[in-house]
């Protein structure tokens, strides 16, 4: 596939109990198609973390069809 790339917002915040700093990022959201994309970049060489975040009480169906296509990706990985 083509390599293109991906807007985020990274934090780093050093930790003593991390060999190294602790990342947050923070990627685009609606970006289904490129999702895969997406995680390659920016999970290369770390132990990743995932954080969902919704803006209402329960999960628009828009939601759990985004969790489902993402979890298709990396059956492996914890999301929160």
Known sequence: F???ET???EIRKPLD???DD???LVTPSNQK???KQIYTQITENIVPI????IDQEILSA???DELRFFR????NEPIL
């Open 7 to 9: 807007a985020t917002l």
């Open 33 to 35: 198609l490129n999702m």
């Open 50 to 53: 995932f954080i969902y975040i």
């Open 2 to 4: 083509e390599q293109q």
């Open 62 to 64: 828009n939601d759990v």
């Open 22 to 24: 602790l990342q947050i």
């Open 72 to 75: 298709s990706i990396v059956p």
């Open 17 to 19: 109990l991390l060999n």
